[in-house]
């Protein structure tokens, strides 16, 4: 590596040389570099058009494979079939209750234990967080889980099996331990004087300084819920508990009958992009609010990276 | 970096040691020097922090519940499990799980088609967002810098059923993958009922979905290295590329080598809920992967001892791989997830 120091009176010189030298390679990189990321966004950005296109095409111009960038045949059957299936509103609902309920459990067992855990001063915090990120690098396995959870504690087909499980992400704990050891001392101490114990000072000090990293948390345990299917798959076996997740996956497993849905409309015109459709409506939300809190999630991914 | 918070984790002994040790001992910790009798100070402790201990509670009766109590679980791949029988087996079967599962040609071909995808996706996926910050990096202009983020960070956030779906859409009959084979004059192919073609498109798909989150951090990493390094570089005559190799390579290092690190850890566990979602019996031969074959045998076919023994098969290579991989770092870097 050059750590030498520069001689200011040649430094210049040099500099410029080289400058000179580079400029008709720099500018090819350039020119490549800006080519090769626009065609990155192009391609990142097709399967979403494609979808798009999809959903508002007619059956024989998908199966004819015209379809694109644009719907070809443009019509809403398949749109209106699908919004009329009332099994797709009643997973879809179930998807929203699961994300609530899911996200203020979550959030409370994270918080107040990483908030535990980034107390230096606590007998016992290393052996805390040993456990919990010894959990980041071995597990029991899918099986023991299935009967465990599913058997033992008796949760299948109960929405705890879908909800509890994962309410715990030590990635997440790690990055808030992280965050409230970088909270001031003197603030606890001066919190303590005016007479507020362990909780009046987490709930009334600690949690309001903390609100974008709260923001932020909440964030990425909701949409881990709502893209979330695997759980659900596992545990439950009435398709009425199903979130939107699932009944897409039976779309995409062919479990689920499309003539069941298309009894009110064109069948051959529902089973052609009846997937397309029910993928729009599930990214719908995330796609919706995403140009919105992207920015958050990025600064949690960053507060992790600080340093733990 | 997600894993520098692992720091004196689960090895560290200090926590453990703590409350049976007599004590006077002194440590250099400022957090621990005034406690000199540890015994007298850990009672001392629970009266003082008892509401600590309270709100950490739901945290580790969730740990024991999830995490703990499956890993005790995994006890029935020695022993043998029968449905209506004891939940933790009825008799003690020693090895013979894994010596089943050994014995089994579709277990070799899971294991092989996990290692060759996992190895696949370490040389060609890791590498891939660490090329894509550099590149990032060199751009000027900051708001088409923001937008190609924005843009690469979205798939991220899909769910797996969806970017399945995406995948099956773009690879069916008359999907778009067809259609410009077709300009070329090529006649369309199912490609979800060839064998040769499940590697290549999931690992499109996987760098597709997670390339742009993960330069997060490494676009971090690259602002924190010294400008004065670059400038005396180029004094040197170093040119773009040799700037980039001497420097910039060299700064991020640290991350690099958490990140991968880490990646060897997961190595054996490859995308099971995407490998799942689009594997068919007719491509088993290159689609089957360890996690979906004890998945078929365990919660398809029942057959719980023989999937565990599979299972903590795969969970203590992962965790000897990292451990490894962990010691390896640290000894030939310098630096390491602990």
Redesign the interface.
Known sequence: MVTESVRPDIAGVRNSLTTVKDTRGTKVFRWFNYSFLTLLVVVTLYPFVNLIAMSFSSDGAIRAGRVNLWPVGFNTTTIRAVMGDPMFWINYRNTVFYTVLFTIIAMVITTCFAYVISRQHLPGRKLMIGMATFTMFFGGGLVPHFVVVGQWYGLRNTIWAVVLPGALSVFNLLVMKSFFENFPGELEEAASIDGLNTFGTFLRIVLPLSKALLATMTLFYAVTMWNAWFGSFLFLGDRNMHPVTMYLRNLIAGSLNTQEIADTADAAQVGANIQAVTMLLTVLPIMFVYPFVQKFFVSGVMLGSVKG | ????????????R???G??TRGGGETTDSP??APTVN?KR??KK?LRR?W???V??L???V??V??????????I?AFRRFRPGGS?IGDEWVGFHFFELAFSQPQFWQAFWNTVILGGLWFVIGFPLPII?AL??N??RARK?KR??Q??????H??????V???V???TT????V??ML?WFGVD?IIFMQHAEFFRPIWIISEA?QTV?WGT??YL??LTTVDEQ?Y??????????WRQTW??TL?GIRP?IVVLMVLNI?TFMAVGF?KVL?LQNPLIYSTADVL?TY??RI??GASN?SL??AI??F??LI??VL??SANFVSRKLVGSSLW
């Open positions: 970096m997600p894993g520098t918070g692992v720091q004196g984790g689960a090895t560290d200090d926590g453990l703590r409350r957090f621990t540890r100070s850990f402790a922090d509401q600590l201990y709100l950490a739901p945290a580790m969730h740990l519940l999830f995490a703990y109590v499956p890993m005790f679980g995994a029935i939940l894509l590149l990032l060199e751009v088409f937008f190609v924005t843009i690469t960070y979205l798939p956030f899909l769910s797996i059923v969806v399945a779906g995406l099956l859409q773009l009959r008359d999907g778009t067809n259609q077709g369309p597709w742009g997060i951090l971090a990493a390094l400038e005396a570089a180029r004094i040197d005559g170093a040119n773009r001497h420097v060299p991350t850890g809920e979602l996690s004890l998945f365990g919660i719980f999937a565990t299972g903590l795969q969970s992962g965790l990292i451990v």
